[in-house]
């Protein structure tokens, strides 16, 4: 279902490594031609030192043992390139191999390290930025674990901030490209640090741009760490990072509406989170923001079953919503499961807010269900507490119970959104008075 594919939306905001996982999801899904996603492959790597792989595609593209000419010639000079940094790097390297030798370095403490460094073992700042040069070819050469260890290290070792941030973004690519959820979670937020410090940059638009970047680059994390769904509302949903995805990035409302439904916890956002879906219906669309629009925005529950059936297709074909798990020969996707569980409820919420009585012949209908799995469905809420409602067999019904919002939850939720609308108002003006002091 390429029609809702936002590979071409969200790969210019990625690291070309990054996207290579997309490519490799889009030719297991068969969303496209093999051969236009193999020179997709080739277009990228060619940009890369990863040539043994481009050469490799080149031979199963054009079904051949031979490969051009200036590929042989281009991984002669790979190998020589990364030779020479290596001998440049071998002082630093060999010190920080040595687990005796790499306790004299202090945290956050650069200027103490350069000077022992360079009192001690005779390594200057060209060997500190041979460090950086031989990591950063090594991240081009696809040895990502490699790459990872030796920014770490190197941002030890840096006073560029300029470069440490670099590091920073290298390092936290290396971990998604790993799959080191936990710890490439650890560089997200510290990377955020650095993102919401206008000290980092020369102008808003630089920050805002940056900020576009992190949350790109999250949908990695988000959508395979364990808590990632909740954080991803953290993130997106504030007010700096809201602001960036609808003047810049509208196609990421997609993921940001995915985890509001997939979430257990309602949330007091996600009233204001429709209105963002509702203004934005003009610059994005697709049948995931549809479904919210139609549940309540628009109250057309005949709209929102079909829509359901289009967002299926939508997760099954997104490379971050679409992960598949492999149980014995049978492969699931979960998010799609507890997507559509979720969606039905909250049709089913709404649908109930304007009905006493319902008919459940037109409930199953509403829930894409038959009328036995409606009935069951609805049962088991109501054993759950999720539901105050009874079922009436002969008329085949579902009453609802009369219900009386609660004074005191009210007021919690007032003073809960008081709270959180000071909270922004001092933020932002700390952030004001801190852009006239750099100024």
Request: with cysteine; proline share 4%.
């Amino acid at each position: 279902m390429a029609t809702y594919d936002l590979t071409q939306r969200i790969a210019p905001n990625l690291d070309r490594h990054l996207v290579f996982p997309l490519l490799e999801f889009l030719q297991e899904r068969q969303m496209y031609p093999d051969e236009q996603i193999l020179k997709s492959k080739i277009e990228l790597l060619n940009k890369t030192n990863m040539v043994d792989y481009a050469m490799d595609i080149h031979k199963s593209l054009y079904h051949t043992e031979d490969v051009p000419q200036d590929m042989v010639e281009r991984r002669v000079e790979v190998v020589a390139r990364l030779k020479a940094l290596e001998e440049r790097a071998a002082p630093i390297v060999s010190f920080l191999q040595n687990p005796n030798s790499f306790q004299d370095l202090r945290a956050n403490d650069q200027h103490y390290n350069l000077q022992m460094l360079n009192d001690r073992y005779q390594i200057g700042p060209d060997q500190i930025e041979a460090l950086y040069q031989y990591a950063k070819f090594q991240f081009e050469c696809g040895n990502y674990s490699g790459a990872a260890d030796y920014l770490y290290q190197y941002r030890a070792l840096c006073t560029n901030s300029e470069r440490r941030l670099s590091a920073l973004w290298g390092k936290m690519a290396a971990e998604i490209l790993m799959q080191n959820w936990d710890i490439a979670l650890e560089e997200l937020n510290q990377l955020k640090e650095k993102v919401d410090d206008p000290k980092s940059f020369t102008s808003p638009l630089n920050q805002m741009q940056s900020r576009i970047w992190l949350m790109h680059w999250s949908l990695f994390i988000f959508f395979n760490h364990d808590n990632g769904r909740t954080l991803i509302i953290d993130l997106f949903n504030q007010d700096k990072y809201l602001n960036a995805i609808q003047t810049n990035a509208p196609h990421l409302l997609r993921y940001l509406a995915t985890a509001f439904i997939v979430n257990k916890r309602r949330r007091p956002q996600f009233k204001d989170f429709i209105k963002v879906i509702q203004q934005e219906q003009n610059s994005y669309k697709d049948p995931i923001t549809e479904f919210l629009a139609c549940v309540y925005v628009n109250y057309d529950f005949d709209g929102a079953q079909k829509k359901m059936k289009e967002c299926e297709e939508v997760i099954l074909n997104d490379p971050f919503l679409g992960k598949r798990v492999e149980d014995s020969n049978f492969a699931t996707v979960p998010l799609r499961d507890e997507f559509l569980e979720n969606a039905r409820l909250f049709i089913f919420e709404t649908y109930c807010r304007i009905h006493q009585r319902i008919d459940m012949a037109v409930l199953a209908e509403k829930l894409n269900l038959n009328y036995e799995e409606a009935q069951r469905w609805i049962v088991n809420l109501i054993r759950n507490s999720k539901l105050d409602a009874k079922i009436d067999a002969k008329s085949g019904t579902v009453i609802m119970e009369p219900t009386h919002p609660n004074v005191y939850e009210q007021l919690i939720d007032h003073t809960k959104g008081l709270s959180g609308r000071t909270y922004k108002l001092v933020g932002q003006l700390l952030e004001h008075a801190q852009t006239q002091t750099a100024r």
